[in-house]
């Protein structure tokens, strides 16, 4: 791909992942307590029989969210509320793909009691020394983007959305459309995918955004439940966003934020 080429499919996929992950600012945590639950894609089967938790206030939320102190790479700030995505502006034509569509755009699933958000950027890649302008344009963009959603629920409205997110992954895997503030997006495809550890369930999927020359550029997107609250992970990978290339979901940030839900 020419230098123009990527230049232009930047701007195409700011459009489309960009405004997915509202923006680009930026340890391991406990041992999993899920047992059986790690490493699984269907780990929503495992709902936990414990008495339900209280919904945690939003001054809780905020003492629980992730902070700069709690990753050992990348940057953690608060979302400005300019990029914070209302659930209501977002739509998707088939409701049963509902849940879906609020994670891509870091929308809280169901009707929380209270949300707190957090936005980490991951360290760009470092191009080889030989690298030409293309090589060095896409590891400078290589960087992992996530916005993390604490949601705290009532009456057992969290595990409602572990289930909801679970069967809009079985649904909706031949993909959907929806519209987000006025901008229409195609999901080609929605995969299961190896859900992280350290929730009492989970779900996670990689969906495949219709991008800029029938590239497919692929999101990460993972709800995990600890208690009454839902820790929601929307992730792109600008430089994924352009080629298509698969990336890693960051699991050192995730078991980082679900450690302090323990």
Same mark, same amino acid.
């Given at each position: 791909?020419?230098?123009?080429?990527?230049?232009? $499919?930047?701007?195409?996929?700011s459009?489309?992942?960009?405004?997915?992950?509202?923006?680009?600012?930026? !340890?391991?945590?406990?041992? /999993?307590? #899920?047992?059986?639950?790690?490493?699984?894609?269907?780990?929503?089967?495992?709902?936990?029989?414990?008495?339900?938790?209280?919904?945690? $206030?939003?001054?809780?939320?905020?003492?629980?969210?992730?902070?700069?102190?709690?990753?050992? /790479?990348?940057?953690?700030?608060?979302?400005?509320?300019?990029?914070?995505?209302?659930? *209501? +502006?977002?739509?998707?034509? *088939?409701?049963?793909?509902?849940?879906?569509?609020?994670?891509?755009?870091?929308?809280p699933?169901?009707?929380?009691?209270?949300?707190?958000?957090?936005?980490?950027?991951?360290?760009p890649? +470092?191009?080889?020394?030989?690298? =030409?302008?293309?090589?060095?344009?896409?590891?400078?963009? =290589?960087?992992?983007?996530?916005?993390? $959603?604490?949601?705290?629920?009532?009456? =057992?409205?969290?595990?409602?959305?572990? +289930? *909801?997110? &679970?069967?809009?992954?079985?649904?909706?895997?031949?993909? %959907?459309?929806? /519209?987000?503030? =006025?901008?229409?997006?195609?999901?080609?495809?929605?995969?299961?995918?190896?859900?992280? !550890?350290?929730?009492?369930?989970?779900? #996670?999927?990689?969906? %495949?955004?219709?991008?800029?020359?029938?590239?497919?550029?692929?999101?990460?997107?993972?709800?995990?439940?600890?208690?009454?609250?839902?820790?929601? %992970?929307?992730?792109?990978?600008?430089?994924?966003?352009?080629?298509?290339? &698969? %990336? *890693?979901?960051? $699991? #050192?940030?995730? /078991?980082?934020?679900?450690?302090?839900?323990?």
């Amino acid at each position: 791909m020419r230098t123009t080429a990527v230049r232009r $499919t930047v701007l195409a996929a700011s459009a489309a992942a960009l405004a997915l992950l509202a923006t680009a600012c930026g !340890g391991s945590g406990d041992e /999993d307590k #899920a047992g059986d639950s790690k490493g699984k894609g269907d780990s929503a089967a495992s709902a936990s029989a414990a008495p339900a938790a209280e919904a945690l $206030t939003a001054a809780e939320l905020e003492k629980a969210a992730l902070a700069q102190a709690d990753v050992k /790479d990348g940057k953690v700030t608060e979302l400005p509320a300019k990029d914070d995505i209302a659930a *209501d +502006k977002v739509k998707a034509k *088939d409701a049963a793909c509902q849940p879906l569509a609020h994670l891509q755009m870091g929308a809280p699933v169901g009707s929380p009691a209270a949300t707190v958000k957090r936005s980490w950027t991951g360290e760009p890649q +470092k191009p080889a020394a030989d690298a =030409g302008s293309e090589e060095a344009l896409l590891a400078g963009l =290589g960087a992992e983007k996530m916005i993390v $959603t604490l949601a705290s629920y009532e009456d =057992g409205g969290a595990e409602q959305v572990i +289930k *909801d997110v &679970d069967a809009a992954a079985a649904k909706c895997a031949g993909g %959907f459309t929806y /519209d987000a503030m =006025g901008e229409p997006l195609k999901i080609l495809t929605v995969e299961k995918t190896e859900a992280p !550890g350290g929730a009492d369930e989970a779900v #996670a999927v990689t969906a %495949f955004l219709a991008a800029d020359e029938d590239v497919k550029t692929p999101m990460k997107l993972v709800v995990a439940r600890k208690g009454a609250t839902v820790a929601s %992970f929307t992730v792109t990978n600008l430089a994924a966003a352009i080629t298509g290339e &698969d %990336f *890693d979901f960051p $699991t #050192a940030v995730s /078991d980082a934020q679900l450690g302090k839900l323990a």
